[in-house]
């Protein structure tokens, strides 16, 4: 596609389901990132694959977050037992290069924003 | 630990005024820096980037920012403010700790408004 897409745009859950939030990355993007957006606040950093290796996991959470890219394509973070301090925008983004060069651009998703009540 | 500082919550500035958007970095290593910008329900869009060379870099929509590294500042410039410019702004810096890594390290945004 033209841009990093994710799906739902949005999503509202009861507190202790689980959920799944996709992103599909810029066609051939070898990297991809994860971030989580609180209101009013800058994003910060979940995790980080290179093709289908998930190279750095250090942002999660806790063992509720977890993060998958078997084809080294489109990514799914899963949430589960979800708790109201998850509630948040989820955004995605890609580069092009492998994270290892620290420069390339990443281009980010229009996020995914998640209630849970 | 690295970190970036946007110490301005909001700009205010009168259309065809210049603009500028703050931000201060703290990085053990060489910087790389960049601007994001974020219009409502839409998705972080690029603006521009610092790795090395020319301190004043170029971006998209007429903005430009300059690196000083003895402030260790990445300003946002504009010469010319337009009122579509009005949107939240955010300076990141890529992270050196964990060096296979490309995450960005946020700023808390600052929100800029151009009156008519």
């Known amino acids: 596609g033209a841009g990093v897409s994710q799906s739902p745009r949005y999503k509202v859950t009861k507190r202790g389901q689980d959920v799944a939030l996709r992103c599909d990355p810029i066609?051939?993007?070898?990297?991809l990132y994860w971030y989580r957006q609180a209101l009013g606040q800058g994003p910060e950093f979940l995790t980080y694959?290179?093709?289908?290796?998930?190279?750095?996991k250090s942002g999660l959470p806790n063992d509720r977050f977890s993060a998958e890219r078997p084809e080294g394509s489109i990514s799914t973070l899963t949430i589960q037992r979800t708790e109201q301090r998850d509630s948040a925008m989820y955004r995605c983004?890609?580069?092009?290069?492998?994270?290892?060069?620290?420069?390339?651009?990443?281009?980010f998703g229009p996020g995914t924003r998640l209630t849970v009540l | 630990a690295q970190s970036v500082a946007q110490p301005e919550d909001q700009v205010n500035v009168a259309e065809g005024n210049p603009l500028t958007v703050k931000c201060t970095y703290s990085?053990?290593?060489?910087?790389?820096l960049f601007w994001y910008v974020q219009y409502p329900n839409r998705g972080l869009q690029f603006l521009l980037k610092?790795?090395?060379?020319?301190?004043l870099v170029k971006g998209s929509y007429g903005f430009e920012a300059e690196f000083n590294k003895s402030q260790t500042s990445f300003h946002l410039k504009k010469p010319s403010a337009l009122v579509s410019d009005s949107a939240l702004y955010f300076c990141?810096?890529?992270?050196?700790?964990?060096?296979?890594?490309?995450?960005?390290?946020f700023g808390q945004g600052t929100t800029l408004q151009v009156k008519p």
């Open positions: 983004a890609s580069s092009a290069l492998p994270g290892l060069a620290g420069t390339d651009t990443q281009y």
């Open positions: 066609s051939g993007h070898v990297s």
């Open positions: 694959f290179n093709y289908e290796a998930q190279q750095d």
């Open positions: 990085v053990s290593g060489n910087p790389y």
């Open positions: 610092y790795i090395t060379g020319d301190n």
């Open positions: 990141a810096v890529r992270d050196e700790e964990g060096s296979n890594t490309g995450k960005l390290i």
